[in-house]
């Protein structure tokens, strides 16, 4: 099974993997990439403002094969 790594970047800095995930296929790290950045959207910034989250995830050749982006946009009325 591929080994895929998940390049982290919350706006406060950036969080490489150094572990990676067993996954069955890009699709499959484009589900956990996607799950993760709505995860990390809602533990860390459930307060008012903008912020963009950033995945970019790499295979085991260390090439970024995948990048996925949440804009969070929080207002009140």
Do not use: K, W
């Not at 956990?32 to 790499?58: H, N, S």
């Amino acid at each position: 099974m591929p080994v895929f790594y998940f390049d982290i970047n919350v706006g406060s800095g950036l969080i490489v993997d150094t572990e990676g995930s067993s996954l069955a296929d890009v699709m499959a790290a484009q589900r956990e990439a996607t799950e993760t950045l709505a995860r990390i959207g809602t533990e860390l910034f459930p307060g008012r403002g903008e912020q963009t989250l950033l995945a970019d995830v790499r295979d085991e050749r260390g090439e970024v094969v995948l990048g996925v982006s949440l804009q969070l946009s929080v207002t009140t009325r």
